[in-house]
């Protein structure tokens, strides 16, 4: 699948010089409940701190027809399984003022595995493409290996959050490393607030907390983190494991709450009431603040060794929180250099011995807490915003198009008449909901809920 070639410059003169680019993302979006989509809206608000930023607009890809409600930016939503609606907004921005696109590409939003409709947005497209990659699979199957260097085609920059991604994507699938940035994931502010004033505000004052948060499901490995407990309790009775997040609504679309009741069992059975609390909602980003606040020792004891990025594994190393991760792919590189401590999979003791060794030794938990915040300090979400606007910047530069008319340098609303008969194209085509997940979807619903 060749990439497009321009011809062309794309922009036309601004006051005062060049306009800012405009960028339209490709993504799932709030109110929507996934990473990808809180990802997205935190890239939004980075990139607009930025004094040449343009306005963005979304195409907010769905999955059957939830009825959701959109805010600003999202301009058209795209029904994952219904490529007609791809093309549609394929249209929609080759007629707009969008000078590049943003693909936050994960497996599954885009109908599978092998994204058919992906392709046929890419192969319509007349604009320059930035693609974010959150999950890069090594020794990937043919199919697979095939996909995403056909994406890389198609795509003028990829952007990845972990170093080793670079060497695996050049060395699994052959894709130059010139083409591929590195860019860290963005992290949220550290609270102002004292460990002991957060904890106060929780209810665990006193209480050596230990804390994993994000969208619960199997992957996580949550049940060995809670299985650690009876070796830690003994040493530490002051201790207690708080679980912050809702069941991933993917994985309550397939087995409802099974996950959560079976490490409820295990709770009851064991006794453990007073040192389990489980928050079961999907938490706004001030409280995730204030969880990681009052955290000691943040867990993160996922399941998959090939796990590329973590949101919440971010948000934590930046918050400056001590932290103990099974060695997965981003945890390698994101605590490497004594950042934190790596523990086998599957490994209660692991886990135990780890937890214990660190409050045991509260001057080794400093240590990592200030090893944490200092390497943070480059993964905030303005820094991050403003390395992808300065990306941004360059590719829309260098790419070059067919001149639009006049009337494209105005304001991209969904009053234009081609951009209104465009979303009205889309939603005639709406197809009814499907009866269930794809089976594509199903294989790689773990990468989709590990995050």
Request: glycine share 6%.
């Amino acid at each position: 699948m060749p990439a497009h070639r321009y011809t062309t410059n794309r922009r036309e003169a601004w006051p005062g010089g060049q306009r800012p680019s405009r960028v339209a993302y490709l993504s799932t979006y709030p109110p929507r409940e996934c990473g990808i989509a809180t990802f997205c809206e935190d890239l939004i608000t980075a990139t607009l701190l930025g004094d040449n930023a343009g306005e963005p607009i979304v195409v907010a890809m769905e999955s059957g027809n939830h009825g959701r409600e959109y805010p600003w930016p999202v301009a058209l939503r795209v029904d994952d399984d219904w490529e007609e609606q791809y093309a549609a907004a394929a249209d929609f921005i080759n007629d707009s003022s969008v000078d590049l696109v943003s693909i936050q590409h994960e497996f599954g939003i885009f109908g599978g595995i092998e994204g058919r409709g992906l392709f046929r947005f890419l192969e319509r497209l007349r604009t320059p493409v930035v693609t974010t990659l959150h999950t890069v699979l090594p020794e990937p199957e043919e199919r697979l290996r095939e996909n995403m260097q056909a994406l890389a085609r198609h795509s003028q920059r990829l952007v990845v959050m972990n170093g080793l991604a670079i060497d695996i994507l050049h060395r699994d699938y052959g894709i130059d490393k010139r083409k591929i940035e590195l860019i860290h994931h963005g992290t949220l502010p550290p609270s102002l607030e004292s460990k002991e004033q957060a904890k106060e505000c929780l209810g665990l004052s006193g209480r050596k907390v230990i804390s994993t948060f994000g969208l619960v499901a199997r992957g996580k490995g949550l049940e060995y983190a809670i299985r650690a407990l009876p070796h830690i309790l003994p040493r530490h009775p002051d201790a207690c494991y708080v679980i912050v997040g809702q069941t991933h609504p993917s994985v309550q679309r397939v087995e409802k709450e099974s996950y959560r009741e079976e490490l409820l069992r295990f709770v009851d059975d064991h006794g453990l009431h007073n040192s389990v609390r489980f928050v079961n909602r999907y938490v706004s980003k001030s409280e995730i603040v204030r969880y990681l606040a009052a955290t000691d020792i943040y867990i993160t004891p996922y399941l998959n060794p090939q796990q590329i990025t973590s949101g919440t594994l971010a948000y934590a190393l930046a918050a400056g929180t001590a932290i103990v991760s099974t060695a997965y792919l981003y945890a390698r590189f994101l605590l490497d250099d004594d950042r934190g401590v790596l523990v086998d999979f599957r490994s209660e003791s692991d886990i135990a011995q780890a937890v214990n060794h660190l409050l045991d030794h509260p001057e080794i938990q400093r240590s990592l807490e200030r090893r944490g915040r200092l390497y943070g300090q480059q993964m905030s979400w303005p820094a991050a915003g403003a390395h992808y606007l300065n990306l941004f910047e360059t590719v829309a530069r260098e790419a070059v198009r067919p001149a639009r008319p006049v009337h494209a340098q105005l304001q991209l609303t969904l009053t234009n008449p081609v951009e209104r008969n465009a979303r009205h194209a889309i939603e005639r085509s709406r197809p009814a909901p499907a009866a269930g997940a794809s089976a594509a979807s199903d294989r790689l619903l773990r990468h989709r809920t590990a995050r």
